[in-house]
């Protein structure tokens, strides 16, 4: 089994970078782990040409997108983790997705195939605004929507969203942030295998 991570946040040592590294240790005692930080990748923006609808893949010159969206057809768990940026996921993030349109969706014909289906995720997003002011759409509920809608377009099942709130203040609840992660990694750990 593999496990994807994919890191849409600016800081090795931030909210989000320390959850998931967090859950890439606790996830490589029982399969084989991969963790992108896209902020070190080089992916040009879509232009929009919609040629990936019909070649089934990204026409661009090969790129790290190219590299990454293999990646994504060869996990068996995707785990995206982004901080709210203007009550969306952060922008290499975003442009990934634009590049990956076709690991995630085919239309044949009149059909969508959902190109992973079958597939589990987990979200993972950080904000700094306190609890419960991080749940509106402004905040990291936008960036979850925003996530959700690209995984379940590919046919995903997401098996959980995860917000930090007041990201400020992490390293006073980070002992409670990873006793919950682990307890949901070790009770789910099933449905990953």
Same mark, same amino acid.
């Given at each position: ?27 490589e005692?029982t399969?084989t782990?991969e963790y992108i930080y ?10 929009g ?18 590299v ?12 995206v983790?982004t ?7 952060? =922008?290499?993030? #975003?442009? *990934?997705?634009?590049?990956? +349109? ?5 239309? /044949?014909?009149? %059909? ?32 979850v ?8 377009? =590919?046919?995903? #099942?997401? *098996?959980?969203?995860?917000? +930090? ?5 992490? /390293?006073?609840? %980070? ?19």
């Amino acid at each position: 089994m593999k496990a994807l991570l994919l890191n849409g946040g600016p800081r090795k040592n931030g909210v989000v970078s320390q959850v998931l590294d967090h859950m890439a240790d606790h996830l490589e005692k029982t399969m084989t782990v991969e963790y992108i930080y896209l902020y070190e990748k080089k992916i040009a923006p879509c232009i929009g040409c919609l040629k990936c609808r019909p070649d089934r893949s990204c026409v661009l010159p090969h790129d790290d997108a190219h590299v990454i969206a293999g990646l994504i057809g060869e996990a068996d768990l995707l785990i995206v983790g982004t901080p709210t940026y203007w009550g969306n996921m952060t =922008g290499p993030l #975003k442009t *990934l997705f634009d590049r990956c +349109v076709p690991t995630f969706e085919y239309i /044949d014909g009149f %059909k969508i195939r959902k190109m992973q289906k079958g597939k589990n995720a987990l979200i993972v997003t950080a904000s700094s605004a306190p609890y419960p002011y991080n749940q509106l759409l402004s905040q990291s509920r936008g960036a979850v929507r925003s996530i959700k809608t690209v995984l379940r377009a =590919g046919g995903y #099942k997401i *098996l959980k969203t995860s917000n +930090v709130a007041l990201a400020s203040e992490f /390293d006073k609840k %980070k002992s409670k942030v990873f006793h919950s992660v682990d307890l949901f990694l070790t009770k789910r750990s099933r449905s990953f295998l």
